[in-house]
């Protein structure tokens, strides 16, 4: 098990920018795939991005493609996710997750493939 702890949420206009962070516990962060998920008041925790241990690899969904940009740094034990252009539908809470398996081929979209989940940051974006 990793320990995950988020920051950097809060209240922004539509249109505005924020950037998460994600810290993890343990030493080997490097060799973990990590991901963002999200989840809105009475929806089902839905994925948002994720990044592979080298940072070679990285996938979104489609409703935050060009607009969420998700990076780590394996010194720092830290995965970010900037978020700019944000909507109101962009509103929920944010989870970090992590695992440790290989992005490519893999269902990492689901939330049942990531077994370290951190507390969520609440981000609210108004309109």
């Known amino acids: 098990q990793v320990q995950l702890v988020e920051s950097g949420g809060g209240l922004v206009q539509a249109g505005g920018s924020l950037r998460l962070s994600c810290a993890a516990s343990g030493r080997t962060f490097g060799s973990l795939a990590m991901g963002w998920f999200r989840q809105a008041p009475g929806k089902e925790r839905e994925f948002v991005a994720a990044?592979?241990?080298?940072?070679?690899?990285?996938y979104y969904s489609d409703s935050v493609k060009g607009r969420f940009t998700i990076s780590r740094d394996n010194v720092k034990n830290t995965v970010y996710l900037q978020m700019n252009n944000l909507k109101a539908e962009d509103t929920a809470v944010y989870f970090c997750?992590?695992?440790?398996?290989?992005?490519?081929?893999?269902?990492?979209?689901?939330?049942?493939?990531?077994?370290?989940w951190g507390q969520g940051t609440q981000v609210t974006v108004s309109s």
């Open positions: 990044i592979s241990w080298s940072s070679s690899t990285t």
């Open positions: 997750a992590a695992d440790y398996f290989t992005l490519a081929g893999s269902n990492w979209y689901s939330s049942r493939m990531w077994g370290s």
